[in-house]
């Protein structure tokens, strides 16, 4: 198990981390010879790991970047949720180009710094108004429809891949190489202060 970060990949990682929503678990900057995707593994609240995946999207479908990138929800063996972003179309690919994944993941930085510079500026009008942290004003009228479950928007874009759908989906996620940057074993402790407004 190497306990470097690989040189490619770590401003993504460095950019996830600074952002105090998400903590990065694993990475790989991939490896051609092999066949194995670029990829980040980190913790984060379904919330910012739903925000971050609505601007994933956006970039996928206006062409933003080179490779198809996806946002997977999935388990550790103690039942914790964790997200992979990882780089979908290069998997099994044993040749591309670095210089398209280092805009790729210049791109990626962006987006993470966009993702929390988002949730500010959403916040800024209720803090004025006095309406966070359970003071929310009752407004009958401005009552939003929820989806079934908090982690449905999450849960929805992992499964809706161009390559094979859920199917691909399972076995991209058990594809991981887990030789690379791995942190300590995940404690029920840190999964109930990640976890915070999941329940």
């Known amino acids: 198990m ?16 600074a952002t105090g929503r998400f903590r990065t678990v694993a990475s790989c900057q991939g490896h051609r010879v092999v066949g194995h995707a670029p990829y980040v593994m980190f913790e984060a609240s379904v919330e910012h790991a739903s925000r971050f995946a609505r601007l994933l999207w956006e970039g996928v479908a206006d062409d933003s970047l080179n490779y198809y990138w996806a946002l997977h929800g999935i388990f550790d063996n103690e039942g914790c949720l964790r997200f992979a972003l ?29 993702c929390c510079a988002e949730r500010r500026r959403k916040l800024a009008p209720e803090i004025r108004q006095g309406t966070t942290n359970g003071n929310r004003r009752h407004d009958p009228s401005d009552q939003k429809i929820n989806p079934p479950s908090a982690s449905h928007g999450v849960f929805s874009i992992a499964t809706r891949t161009p390559f094979g759908g859920a199917a691909h989906t399972i076995s ?25 407004g999941m329940s």
């Open 2 to 17: 190497k306990t470097e970060i690989e040189p490619l990949i770590r401003p993504l990682v460095d950019a996830l981390n």
């Open 172 to 196: 991209a996620l058990a594809a991981f190489d887990h030789r690379h940057v791995v942190s300590p074993p995940f404690s029920s402790a840190r999964a109930s202060s990640i976890s915070g």
């Open 86 to 114: 990882r780089a979908d179309s290069l998997e099994n690919r044993y040749w591309w180009q670095r210089s398209k994944l280092r805009r790729d993941i210049d791109y990626l930085c962006r987006l993470t710094q966009n």
